[in-house]
């Protein structure tokens, strides 16, 4: 329904160029600091592998294996032995580089590639940036933003809050009562992360953060009866995060009669989402039911789970043990018989 935002990025399913890295809009310790020295006419060069590459090795002639369709990383030793190679007229191997496609070459720590290599990197129109970060802090900065521009990701209809430090997702059919839920929750302290619509991106492989499909409007609510409200507005800023790790998905559905619920919790259900398995509830809605409190319970039961703490298995195995013991058998053959 909506475009996904990160810093004025572009969708996932648009292609990422490296003017596309010039303009993101990074604030503070995500800042790439990068400007570009040359090559402008190749800034239309799609990345395509979300990872980086130090060509060290193809710099010395040897370019089996050489990962040229990655961003080409150039630190203090590279840079040592261009001017070596440059200041010798050895320019073979740095032309030979150039005869590969690559995205772009980046120079660290504000180092100046020497003026041969930016002619030749010119001439094959391959952009050259230069950062003033180092090596290290670059790579893992380019890395992290990588990885959630490449992000395999699905929008659902949902409502995601955030319940004691824990990230809950309300699913569960129109009408169920998810917003009134959520509002509930935020009125007793905790935070809105998005209505309606939420954004979920699968980053590292293990981990599903999710956030407002518009960061626009997230923050918004629709309230049957009384319309759309601002949550920052009405509780302050301290009531919304921009976006969170998913740890538990609680459905919504009105109670069915038939339908037999459980009630112990001894089994684990999970829902696959983006290839992570989110653990999962179903909570029966009818009147009476304070579901505000219900998922204040999950999630410090869900809480607890993650330190290693199962009340239910706890509770299963302290009934075995009271069996075992023959304490309930004497309990109940000691009991007076009527008969």
């Not at 999630?299 to 075995?320: C, D, H, P, T, V």
């Amino acid at each position: 329904m909506y475009g996904s935002v990160y810093s004025r990025i572009t969708m996932p399913d648009k292609r990422f160029t490296v003017l596309d890295l010039l303009d993101l809009d990074l604030k503070d310790h995500n800042s790439l600091n990068l400007r570009c020295l040359c090559g402008r006419k190749g800034l239309v060069r799609v990345i395509t592998v979300p990872d980086l590459n130090r060509p060290g090795l193809a710099l010395s002639g040897f370019y089996d294996s050489f990962a040229f369709d990655r961003v080409q990383v150039f630190g203090r030793g590279e840079v040592a032995y261009l001017n070596k190679l440059c200041s010798e007229r050895k320019l073979s191997t740095v032309k030979e580089l150039f005869n590969y496609e690559m995205p772009c070459c980046v120079f660290t720590h504000c180092l100046e590639p020497p003026r041969e290599f930016l002619d030749i990197a010119d001439e094959a129109c391959c952009p050259v940036l230069q950062t003033t970060l180092n090596s290290t802090e670059f790579s893992t900065r380019l890395l992290r933003i990588f990885s959630d521009i490449f992000a395999s990701r699905k929008s659902i209809h949902g409502v995601l809050v955030e319940v004691y430090g824990v990230g809950i997702i309300l699913t569960g059919d129109s009408g169920v009562g998810k917003s009134e839920t959520a509002l509930e929750l935020i009125e007793r302290g905790h935070r809105l992360v998005a209505d309606d619509v939420v954004e979920l991106r699968c980053v590292n492989g293990n981990t599903l953060l999710g956030r407002g499909a518009n960061q626009m409007i997230s923050h918004h609510m629709e309230i049957r009866g009384l319309g759309i409200i601002n949550i920052s507005q009405l509780y302050g800023v301290g009531s919304i995060r921009e976006q969170k790790e998913v740890q538990l998905v609680v459905k919504l559905e009105v109670w069915k009669s038939d339908k037999v619920y459980d009630r112990l919790g001894t089994e684990q259900h999970t829902q696959d989402i983006l290839g992570v398995q989110i653990p999962f509830l179903e909570i029966p809605v009818k009147p009476g039911r304070n579901l505000p409190i219900i998922i204040e319970t999950a999630a410090m039961n869900e809480r607890l789970k993650s330190m290693g703490y199962y009340s239910a298995k706890e509770f299963n195995q302290n009934i075995l043990k009271w069996i075992e013991t023959g304490a309930a058998q004497a309990a109940y053959y000691g009991s007076d018989d009527s008969y």
